[in-house]
T-cell receptor, first 112, second 115 residues
Framework: GENVEQHPSTLSVQEGDSAVIKCTYS??????FPWYKQELGKGPQLIID?????GEKKDQRIAVTLNKTAKHFSLHITETQPEDSAVYFC???????????FGTGTSLTVIP | DTEVTQTPKHLVMGMTNKKSLKCEQH?????MYWYKQKAKKPPELMFV???????INESVPSRFSPECPNSSLLNLHLHALQPEDSALYLC??????????????FGPGTRLTVL
C-alpha cells in the first residue's frame, strides 16, 4: 500500500518569511496530491492540489511542486501571515480511487 | 453551495446510549465519507459510500453503523461506544467522476466525547 511521510512535524516562521513543507510517497501509481489546512476546532480545508501531469501549481501565495521521479511533493507558502498558522496535511491518492493516504501533519506557527 | 454541513457540532454520550451523527451536502457529489480524527493525527478513513452504496468499510467495529438515505445525506449511527471512540468525526464528499472526481471536501466535524 501507499506510505506518505511528511516533514517537518512543527515549523515556526516569522511573519513575512516563507514556509516549506515536504512529503514523500511510496506508490508510483499515486497521481493526485492534495494539501489541506486545518485550523483549531475546524475540518480540513483543501487549499491546493496537484496532479501528476504537471510539475508545479501556484495560487497567490501558495504553490505546490511535484517530483514524480523522486516521489516527493512540497507546499510553499510565501509572505506568511499569522492567519496561516494551522496544521497542514498532505495526501496521496490515485485519480480513480476514493482512498487518501495522509501525511502525519505539520503544525505551522507564524510569529507576528 | 460548496459546503458540507455536520450536526451536531458537539456530542457527549454514555457507553449505553444510542446517537446519530448527520452530514449533508448539496454539491451533487456522489461519494461521501466518514473519517475519525484523534488529536494531532491525520484523519482515518472509516467508510465510503459511492452512488449511495457502501464501497469501503475499513474494518470498523459494528458499534459504528453508517447509512446513506440519499445522495445528499450521510448518517453515522453510534451504539455502545467506548471512551477510546472519543474523537472528531469528519464527513467529506467528492464528485466521484470526471477530471476532479476525487477532490474531497470536508465538513467541520462533530466532536464526540464518550463517558
Amino acid at each position: 500500500g501507499e506510505n506518505v511521510e511528511q516533514h517537518p512535524s512543527t515549523l515556526s516562521v516569522q511573519e513575512g518569511d516563507s514556509a516549506v513543507i515536504k512529503c514523500t510517497y511510496s506508490d508510483s501509481a499515486s497521481n493526485y496530491f492534495p494539501w489541506y489546512k486545518q485550523e483549531l476546532g475546524k475540518g480540513p480545508q483543501l487549499i491546493i492540489d496537484i496532479r501528476s501531469n504537471v510539475g508545479e501549481k501556484k495560487d497567490q501565495r501558495i504553490a505546490v511542486t511535484l517530483n514524480k521521479t523522486a516521489k516527493h511533493f512540497s507546499l510553499h507558502i510565501t509572505e506568511t501571515q499569522p492567519e496561516d498558522s494551522a496544521v497542514y496535511f498532505c495526501a496521496a491518492s490515485k485519480n480513480t480511487g476514493n482512498q487518501f493516504y495522509f501525511g502525519t501533519g505539520t503544525s505551522l506557527t507564524v510569529i507576528p | 453551495d460548496t459546503e458540507v454541513t455536520q450536526t451536531p457540532k458537539h456530542l457527549v454520550m454514555g457507553m449505553t446510549n444510542k446517537k446519530s451523527l448527520k452530514c449533508e451536502q448539496h454539491m451533487g457529489h456522489r461519494a461521501m465519507y466518514w473519517y475519525k480524527q484523534k488529536a494531532k493525527k491525520p484523519p482515518e478513513l472509516m467508510f465510503v459510500y459511492s452512488y449511495e452504496k457502501l464501497s469501503i468499510n475499513e474494518s470498523v467495529p459494528s458499534r459504528f453503523s453508517p447509512e446513506c438515505p440519499n445522495s445528499s445525506l450521510l448518517n453515522l449511527h453510534l451504539h455502545a461506544l467506548q471512551p477510546e471512540d472519543s474523537a472528531l468525526y469528519l464527513c467529506a464528499s467528492s464528485q466521484e467522476s470526471g477530471p476532479v472526481g476525487n477532490e474531497q471536501f470536508f465538513g467541520p466535524g462533530t466532536r464526540l466525547t464518550v463517558l
